[in-house]
């Protein structure tokens, strides 16, 4: 099965809107661009099976609909790339 990771700062965040059933949307640029598709199923770095259910590219950041709560530090990381919004949630 594929892997998919998160900064380990985010692993609390992520967790407990999972426990909690709700969805997780993570940012992915560079590399991870096209990886994810809906319906596939992804192992996270503490075992929990996700599944896809959105994917969504932006060719400009500005356009991404969680820009403004990405941190100055993100915001400065993903100037000029092109990202894509992804869409996880528990496997069923």
Known sequence: MNAISFPA?????????????????????????????????????????LEVTFVQPYLLLEDHPYHSELTAEWLRQLEGKPVEMVVLRKAR
Do not use: C, F
């Open 9 to 49: 700062d985010e692993h609390n965040a992520v967790r407990k809107r999972l426990d909690a059933g709700l969805s997780v949307v993570t940012t992915r640029v560079e590399n991870e661009i096209g990886k994810y598709r809906p319906g596939q199923m992804y192992r996270t770095q503490w075992g929990e099976i």
